[in-house]
């Protein structure tokens, strides 16, 4: 086999959504420096492709994730340019923030048709040419706030749960044809999550809440720019992750979210104890 021969072999096709910024820019460019061919998926293709860069191993397409037909219209360009998809990443989503009683009932179902149905849409149509070849990564950019909620996240944390419950679940049923799932769940970075572009607040209506309010958006605006985490190493580390026969189910990103892990790992425990006797003594007499 020659040296061009190997590196066909070892090149795979990452589909990447929302790689038009942010973290999925970075990991596009990875990827492409890995020697991998990339398609970027993005409302607009053309900022798309500006934000990443020129290669012959890019292919920029449009694809608004909440369209299931746009999903499918994207991937099956995928698959005509380079003929199959071996790591998916859904990284597109937004951020409604906000105190559940003001984010209106269209805000909240917005997030989670963003962020649960947007990668369900994706991971659909992507999965039947995944499992005509027998192999494939399902990478889900989920969150901290997927495995443990708080003030001010109501919307974002429920889309966010939904995500880890539905790729949890996922991996076993396609684990027969050679799939896997990786759950990502980063802490804070330096990404444009936190900006303008893609966080909204929801409207301050509510007299009890207005205080919290103030000091929550002024506390995360002030956060914008100065996060610990460098979405370029984040990159890097999903490159070296996907090239594992058995990639982790879970992969805390950032130093904040082992934290998270353990704590809530904890507190988990904790609770399970509390009420043990109780929660033992529930079966019929009979059981």
Same mark, same amino acid.
């Given at each position: 086999m020659t040296e061009q021969d190997n590196a066909r072999t070892e090149q795979k096709v990452w589909f990447i959504t929302g790689a038009g910024r942010g973290m999925g820019t970075d990991i596009a460019k990875a990827a492409l420096a890995a020697g991998h061919a990339v398609v970027a998926a993005g409302r607009n293709p053309e900022k798309v492709a500006q934000a990443i860069g020129q290669s012959e191993h890019l292919l920029a397409v449009k694809l608004d994730v909440t369209d299931p037909a746009a999903a499918e219209a994207a991937v099956r360009a995928a698959v005509d340019r380079f003929g199959r998809i071996d790591v998916l990443v859904n990284n597109a989503g937004n951020f409604y923030a906000g105190f559940f009683e003001e984010i209106t009932p269209a805000d909240f179902r917005t997030q989670i048709e963003t962020t649960l149905f947007g990668p369900m849409n994706v991971t659909r149509a992507a999965l039947p040419f995944m499992r005509a070849q027998r192999s494939g990564l399902l990478v889900t950019i989920s969150s901290t706030a997927g495995l443990a909620g708080g003030?001010?996240?109501?919307?974002?944390?429920?889309?966010?749960? /939904?995500?880890? /419950?539905?790729?949890?679940?996922?991996?076993?049923?396609?684990?027969?044809? /050679?799939?896997?799932?990786?759950?990502?769940?980063? /802490?804070?970075?330096?990404?444009?999550?936190?900006?303008?572009?893609s966080t909204r607040y929801a409207a301050s209506t509510i007299e009890d809440y207005a205080e919290r309010t103030r000091q929550t958006v002024t506390a995360w605006k002030g956060m914008n720019g100065l996060q610990g985490g460098n979405p370029a190493k984040l990159a890097d580390a999903l490159i070296q992750l996907a090239k594992l026969d058995e990639p982790p189910l879970r992969f805390a990103a950032g130093a904040d979210a082992v934290g998270v892990f353990e704590t809530k790992s904890k507190e988990l425990h904790a609770q399970a104890g509390a009420y043990r006797e109780l929660s033992s003594n529930l079966a019929h007499e009979d059981a």
């Open positions: 003030e001010f996240l109501t919307a974002y944390a429920a889309s966010k749960f /939904g995500v880890e /419950g539905w790729a949890e679940s996922l991996a076993p049923e396609v684990a027969p044809f /050679g799939i896997r799932t990786m759950i990502v769940e980063p /802490g804070f970075f330096r990404t444009e999550l936190l900006s303008p572009e």
